[in-house]
Nanobody
Framework: QLQLVESGGDLVQPEGSLRLSCAAA????????MAWFRQASGKEREFVAI????????LYADSVKGRFTISRDNPRNTVDLQMNSLKPEDTAVYYC???????????????WGRGTQVIVSS
């Protein structure tokens, strides 16, 4: 399993931007993927975005498409989530996760970070 540590969460005003980063320590398989999930208070954890370990394939939840961008820097073992045009409904704890396959299902991710809090409010 990988050790994943998220950073970058903060309080931001609506329509603002924020960049989250996930640092991975450990062996990353050439296959598989890394993703961001989020969990708002009182709600289930939901998929946000995913990127293949090769970095050539990405997928986004409909709710963030066009506003969020996932990227990775393989030499540095980091995966970032650039979030623009933030809305109050984006408020949640954001988690980084790693899977050995391409999937948006949380159960298939065997490494998780502890999360970073994002609050979108005026």
């Amino acid at each position: 399993q990988l050790q994943l540590v998220e950073s970058g969460g903060d309080l931001v005003q609506p329509e603002g931007s924020l960049r989250l980063s996930c640092a991975a320590a450990g062996r990353i398989s050439t296959d598989g993927s890394m993703a961001w999930f989020r969990q708002a208070s009182g709600k289930e954890r939901e998929f946000v975005a995913i990127i293949s370990n090769g970095g050539t394939r990405t997928l986004y939840a409909d709710s963030v498409k066009g506003r969020f961008t996932i990227s990775r820097d393989n030499p540095r073992n980091t995966v970032d989530l650039q979030m623009n045009s933030l809305k109050p409904e984006d408020t949640a704890v954001y988690y980084c996760a790693a899977s050995q396959i391409w999937t948006t299902g949380a159960r298939a991710f065997d490494s998780w970070g502890r999360g970073t809090q994002v609050i979108v409010s005026s």
